[in-house]
């Protein structure tokens, strides 16, 4: 059967994706940045702990989706996508391939469960997505895993509550356990950590803040599922809503978790840049 | 957990130098966000960049307001006008521009300081968490 091994977070700005792209990691701006990804980099692909599947969770900026829809949960079944043209040429990594049998099984099994998943095929996928691969896997000739994509609409409010998220989760864990295939699955929640995109107050970063978010991820994961959107905005920056996107991936994971690696790094261009590593605990 | 959505919308008003991405907004800047999809397309970023104001004008549902902001790139006026940054950096990644030079625009402070301020730690929370309590 299928089962999921590992969650693990990580912020997705485009500027990293532009810096992987331009060769310019190892420039003193952006060294530290990467550096706390060198620990993954080696674990996930060791055999044991490499995934089949990833199951990442990200949220579109106005690539695949305009103002014309609006889904709140999507899951991406076609068998690939291809990278976006976010406005400067599609980022040059390898065309994302799905696991569709798996995706297929989850949007049918979540919306048993009574989440409504919206289900696409056509849809290329921006730097939310394909920057957090470059981080854990680089500059690979073809990712090294299946991808499906789990798309979460935290622009256009209401986003969905951290609750919800949480239960989804939850609900795509039953999901990837009641799938035949012996697979090794991992849920990637994306985006965050503390960030402003607009007005004066752009710019706003939260260490304690942020610090804490990901302390109680392990120790404390009732607090956030019960943290309303405007503690992420006033705390966090308007875009720090992104975070509840990580809760998809800790509900995941079930009740108790251990956390294996972790990495804060102020500042990736806008943004403080967050990153952990979790295993299930039982 | 049911939350009040006149109250939930409400509070978005009580955070300082910051506009909320609500339907209200959205609504507003439906065609703004929509001419800055246009964008995504590299026939389209060619057409706009040879006759910026000819482009708009296949756009007769943004208004004069948006359309002069638009064209100034005045993206602090353009997120009053129902814009969206996630839309919008369409306009500045056509224009060669990174998310943190557009981003500080917005901020009264040149490229440089803005970013010498996110390489100290970024902008501290404090006493920008809530205009009425003022912490």
């Given at each position: 059967?299928?089962?999921?091994?590992?969650?693990?977070?990580s912020s997705h700005v485009p500027a990293i994706g532009a810096a992987v792209d331009?060769?310019?990691?190892?420039?003193?701006?952006?060294?530290?940045a990467f550096?706390?990804f060198?620990?993954?980099?080696?674990?996930?692909?060791?055999?044991?702990?490499?995934?089949?599947?990833?199951?990442l969770?990200y949220?579109?900026h106005?690539?695949?989706?305009?103002?014309?829809?609006?889904?709140?949960?999507?899951?991406?079944?076609?068998?690939?996508?291809?990278p976006?043209?976010e406005?400067?040429?599609?980022r040059?990594v390898?065309?994302?391939?799905?696991?569709?049998?798996?995706?297929?099984?989850?949007?049918?099994?979540?919306?048993?469960?009574?989440?409504?998943?919206?289900?696409?095929?056509?849809?290329?996928v921006d730097h939310g997505l394909t920057v957090p691969l470059s981080l854990m896997f680089?500059?690979?000739?073809?990712?090294?895993?299946?991808?499906?994509?789990?798309?979460?609409?935290?622009?256009?409010?209401?986003?969905?509550?951290?609750?919800?998220?949480?239960?989804?989760?939850?609900?795509?864990?039953?999901?990837?356990?009641?799938?035949?295939?012996?697979?090794?699955?991992?849920?990637w929640?994306t985006g965050?950590?503390?960030?402003?995109?607009?007005?004066?107050?752009?710019?706003?970063?939260?260490?304690?803040?942020?610090?804490?978010?990901?302390?109680?991820?392990?120790?404390?994961?009732?607090?956030?599922?019960?943290?309303?959107?405007?503690?992420?905005?006033?705390?966090?920056?308007?875009?720090?809503?992104?975070?509840?996107?990580?809760?998809?991936?800790?509900?995941?994971?079930?009740?108790?978790?251990?956390?294996?690696?972790?990495?804060?790094?102020?500042?990736a261009s806008?943004t403080?840049l967050?990153h952990?590593?979790?295993?299930?605990?039982? | 957990?049911?939350?009040?959505?006149?109250?939930?919308?409400?509070?978005?008003?009580?955070?300082?130098?910051?506009?909320?991405?609500?339907?209200?907004?959205?609504?507003?800047?439906?065609?703004?966000?929509?001419?800055?999809?246009?964008?995504?397309?590299?026939?389209?970023?060619?057409?706009?960049?040879?006759?910026?104001?000819?482009?708009?004008?296949?756009?007769?549902?943004?208004?004069?307001?948006?359309?002069?902001?638009?064209?100034?790139?005045?993206?602090?006026?353009?997120?009053?006008?129902?814009?969206?940054?996630?839309?919008?950096?369409?306009?500045?990644?056509?224009?060669?521009?990174?998310?943190?030079?557009?981003?500080?625009?917005?901020?009264?402070?040149?490229?440089?300081?803005?970013?010498?301020?996110?390489?100290?730690?970024?902008?501290?929370?404090?006493?920008?968490?809530?205009?009425?309590?003022?912490?």
């Open positions: 059967m299928a089962h999921i091994t590992a969650g693990i977070t331009l060769g310019n990691t190892g420039e003193d701006y952006w060294k530290p550096a706390g060198d620990w993954t980099k080696e674990w996930i692909m060791k055999p044991e702990n490499k995934p089949d599947v990833v199951i969770v949220n579109d106005a690539s695949a989706f305009d103002m014309n829809l609006i889904p709140t949960f999507a899951i991406g079944c076609a068998d690939e996508f291809q976006a043209d406005g400067w040429g599609p040059p390898p065309v994302v391939k799905n696991h569709a049998d798996l995706a297929w099984h989850i949007a049918q099994s979540c919306i048993l469960d009574e989440f409504d998943m919206t289900i696409i095929n056509k849809m290329d680089g500059q690979p000739e073809d990712w090294p895993c299946k991808v499906v994509p789990l798309a979460v609409n935290v622009v256009t409010y209401p986003p969905p509550s951290g609750n919800r998220c949480y239960n989804l989760g939850k609900a795509i864990r039953d999901a990837v356990d009641s799938f035949p295939e012996d697979l090794k699955v991992q849920v929640g965050g950590m503390s960030h402003q995109l607009q007005g004066t107050r752009a710019g706003l970063i939260n260490a304690e803040w942020d610090k804490k978010f990901l302390d109680d991820l392990t120790a404390d994961p009732e607090r956030l599922r019960k943290m309303p959107h405007i503690e992420y905005l006033r705390e966090a920056g308007s875009e720090g809503i992104e975070l509840v996107m990580w809760l998809i991936m800790r509900g995941a994971l079930g009740d108790k978790v251990k956390e294996l690696h972790r990495h804060y790094h102020v500042a806008n403080a967050g952990i590593v979790l295993e299930p605990a039982e | 957990m049911k939350q009040n959505i006149h109250e939930y919308l409400a509070e978005f008003d009580d955070i300082p130098g910051t506009r909320v991405y609500t339907t209200a907004r959205a609504r507003k800047g439906y065609w703004v966000n929509q001419f800055a999809m246009s964008l995504m397309k590299d026939e389209n970023r060619k057409r706009w960049l040879a006759d910026e104001k000819a482009y708009l004008d296949e756009w007769p549902k943004i208004t004069q307001e948006q359309k002069d902001a638009l064209l100034a790139r005045d993206y602090d006026k353009l997120l009053d006008l129902g814009g969206n940054i996630y839309f919008l950096a369409k306009v500045f990644s056509t224009d060669g521009k990174s998310y943190l030079q557009a981003v500080s625009t917005m901020t009264g402070m040149s490229v440089d300081d803005y970013r010498n301020m996110m390489l100290s730690g970024g902008r501290s929370p404090e006493g920008l968490r809530s205009k009425k309590k003022g912490y």
